[in-house]
């Protein structure tokens, strides 16, 4: 039953989507059609095309990082909603469940240190991909089961 909640879990759109033209359901194609681990990890830049078009288009200031931080900010949004549902689903399933709880509490802590002193752009770019490799994990650690 617990399988079937988590796979529930991971075919539900990650976010309804934005004014950001980011679309969630691009993460959601993605980890549908990955295989493996590392394939998953691979989708941590999909939609950013798609929504740096569409915030090109629309945005007319004068901030020519402000497209990219954007769709830096609406992707990471986007992993992050994908990550809470597959941890949650992964902690429900966890018997016990402290050692998964240790777990994430140091990928935060190793994500927050990893990212750290980077520039705006690179510091969101890093959060987003560190935040997509642990769904990617959490996945596969899943698949075990």
């Not at 689903?89 to 018997?95: C, K, N, R």
């Not at 802590?109 to 935040?131: K, N, S, V």
Request: with cysteine; aromatic share 6%.
């Amino acid at each position: 039953m617990r399988a079937l909640a988590f796979l529930l879990l991971l075919g539900t759109p990650a976010l309804a989507g934005d004014a950001s033209g980011f679309d969630p359901a691009a993460i959601d194609q993605c980890l549908d059609a990955a295989e493996t681990q590392g394939a998953r990890a691979d989708c941590a830049g999909t939609g950013m095309d798609a929504c740096l078009d569409y915030a090109r288009q629309k945005y007319t200031g004068d901030d020519p990082d402000f497209p990219m931080a954007n769709c830096l900010d609406a992707s990471h949004q986007a992993w992050e909603a994908k990550l809470t549902a597959v941890y949650q689903a992964a902690l429900e399933a966890a018997d016990p469940p402290e050692p998964l709880r240790r777990m994430e509490r140091s990928w935060i802590a190793f994500r927050e240190g990893l990212c750290e002193g980077a520039g705006d752009l690179a510091r969101a770019r890093c959060i987003r991909d560190e935040t997509a490799r642990q769904v990617a994990l959490l996945m596969s650690l899943a698949d075990l089961q």
